[in-house]
């Protein structure tokens, strides 16, 4: 009998086929040891390389796999909201399929949100330093900004490594399409009332493929929409269009099942 509520695992994917069955791996062998009732789900979005055709080959063998595909590439804002909406567990887990953090401090992350009472669960890096002095000088600025902005105390907002309750996405509406899209998430989730707790991890830099998060053009869109959605991420309104469905409406939107691709 699993020890924790039920779980999504979600993975946002753009050109990752040296990451995304790895990732897959060492999600089976972690999940079945906390939940008897889990699904992992990879969110392509319109890879041109051999991530769609290694999605397909493991949905065919891993019962508890969805994969929803992108027919046109929507950045990690447009992944992320994807991901978030497909989910169907109590508790959601979003990480980047490169694995930054090692999987089994999930368990410890279950147990941090069940003994403090939590509604989400946000990890921060110990150790950044690996990723070179210009991507570190980048966060350290965005996150006192963010901090600064918001009034939130939160550490490393863009980490990806964020455990929550399904009842966070029932409350909210997120508009981001590019990295700003964490912030988007943490924020509301805070102002809202939710109780969000951190705890640090050990960060593991990905050893293969090309990260775009430091890119130029990737921060000035964060600046811009940051700019753009600041009134309503600071005062979020009531959602007219939730991330997730609450369960009353669900039954009226059709979600991919389990086990088979979803064709774009």
């Known amino acids: 009998m699993g020890k924790y509520p039920s779980i999504s695992l979600f993975f946002p994917a753009w050109n990752e086929e040296d990451y995304v069955e790895r990732a897959v791996g060492r999600a089976l062998e972690v999940l079945p040891k906390l939940t008897d009732d889990f699904e992992i789900i990879v969110v392509n979005d319109a890879s041109t390389d051999r991530t769609r055709e290694i999605c397909e080959a493991l949905v065919q063998k891993v019962p508890q796999l969805r994969v929803i595909h992108h027919p046109v590439n929507l950045k990690l804002g447009g992944a992320m909201r994807t991901g978030l909406a497909a989910s169907t567990k109590d508790i959601v887990v979003y990480s980047d399929v490169d694995l930054p953090w090692d999987m089994r401090e999930l368990e410890r992350a279950l147990h941090l ?21 210009k991507r570190i000088v980048y966060s350290f600025v965005y996150n006192l900004l963010i901090r600064a902005l918001f009034d939130i105390q939160i550490k490393d907002v863009n980490f990806s490594f964020k455990v929550m309750h399904r009842r966070v996405l029932e409350s909210m509406e997120l508009h981001s399409q590019g990295s700003f899209i964490d912030a988007e ?4 989730a805070i102002r809202k009332g939710f109780r969000v707790f951190q705890m640090g991890v050990d960060y593991f830099p990905r050893t293969r ?7 130029p053009s990737v921060i000035l869109k964060m600046v811009k929409e940051l700019v753009r959605l600041y009134p309503q991420t600071r005062t979020p309104a009531p959602p007219v269009q939730p ?7 669900q039954q009226l939107h059709a979600v991919p099942p389990s086990g088979r691709a979803a064709r774009g």
């Open 243 to 249: 991330v997730r469905l609450p369960p009353s409406v």
């Open 113 to 133: 949100m069940e003994y403090l009472e939590a509604d989400m669960i946000c990890a921060f890096r110990f150790d950044r330093t690996s990723e070179g002095p």
């Open 185 to 188: 998430l943490v924020v509301k």
């Open 209 to 215: 493929g090309i990260s775009t998060l430091a890119s």
